[in-house]
């Protein structure tokens, strides 16, 4: 049994659910009234403050992973900042009135929660959570999770490390310009490069790029020099497979073909990866990345998607306020 909460928790909540397949436009409707989920043993309920889509909620809204999906009807979304108003009996880490951030489906694309973020309340394992850094807003902290975490545990399975080079496809995308950053200020690359569009590659630098390349203008699989490792989080992998050296490693995260050299992986989310990465947020190190258009208003949620859903925004798209 959980303790009783000193916060007043009601018994429903407004959350946004989708009961078909289809675009944010077509199925995604507010319901005021669905039940706030009860915590388990090792969960905690988190009040939502802020919340960011990423395109895996888009895919998932559509249909794409049917097979392993969770039964409808769903509440999307992966990525929350919020407080914890409730605790688990056997939750260790966390106290009512926390301020905590988190990816709150640990296997992304395998029975992700019916009951996802963009609700008022939430239900989350203590161990896929972090307590937010106090340099960051609710904003900024939702913008991270899912993003950073991927970002880090592609650079880990290539086994980046100090003195490597990197080429980053798709670099000022949500999980691109944490890719450069954790390359960077993290691992200690001698090179970054990144590609983007003409109006984002002073962006790409900002974050530490050394080379940014315009991909509507150049063709990096062209150039002569080639790099330890290429990230692709964009789906372009047959070209990554020609801009790596021998030996050297391709990760993807955009399926489903992947030639050798290449690895595809789906993140597995941990709180432990975000413990790991807070003294590189709190010095200002690695910074989020929102796009200019967010937040967007927790009424405004379906504009939200339809606007990640174009494909060109610049890091993250946050959903705040909550009601």
Do not use: C
């Amino acid at each position: 049994m959980a303790a009783p909460s000193s916060f007043t928790i009601p018994s429903h909540n407004k959350a946004w659910v989708y009961s078909e397949y289809g675009s944010a436009v077509d199925v995604l409707k507010l319901d005021p009234n669905v039940p706030v989920p009860e915590v388990k043993d090792d969960q905690v309920l988190v009040k939502v403050a802020a919340a960011s889509l990423n395109p895996v909620d888009s895919k998932r809204m559509r249909g794409y992973i049917k097979a392993t999906d969770s039964p409808l009807p769903t509440v999307p979304g992966y990525d929350i900042a919020g407080v914890v108003v409730k605790v688990g009996s056997r939750v260790k880490n966390f106290k009512e009135g926390d301020e905590v951030y988190g990816d709150i489906n640990e296997v992304a694309l395998e029975q992700p929660k019916r009951f996802g973020s963009l609700a008022q309340y939430t239900a989350v394992e203590e161990r896929l959570l972090s307590l937010k850094p106090n340099s960051l807003s609710f904003v900024e902290a939702a913008s991270l999770p899912l993003a950073i975490e991927t970002a880090y545990e592609g650079l880990e399975r290539t086994g980046f490390s100090a003195g490597k080079s990197i080429l980053v496809l798709g670099g000022a995308g949500g999980v691109g310009t944490q890719i450069i950053q954790l390359a960077k200020h993290v691992f200690g690359a001698s090179k970054v490069a990144a590609t983007a569009s003409t109006a984002k590659l002073e962006l790409l630098k900002s974050l530490g790029a050394d080379w940014a390349i315009d991909y509507t203008k150049e063709k990096f699989e062209d150039f002569p020099e080639k790099f330890d490792v290429v990230y692709d989080a964009v789906g372009q992998v047959d070209r990554a497979v020609k801009a790596v050296k021998e030996g050297g490693q391709v990760v993807t995260i955009v399926g489903p073909e992947t030639p050798p050299p290449a690895i595809i992986f789906v993140l597995t989310s941990k709180g432990s990866i975000l413990e790991k990465l807070k003294p590189y947020l709190e010095s200002g190190k690695v910074k989020p990345v929102i796009d200019p258009k967010s937040p967007f208003p927790f009424s405004k949620t379906v504009e939200a998607f339809s606007y990640l859903d174009t494909n060109r925004a610049t890091g993250k798209v946050v959903v705040y306020p909550f009601p």
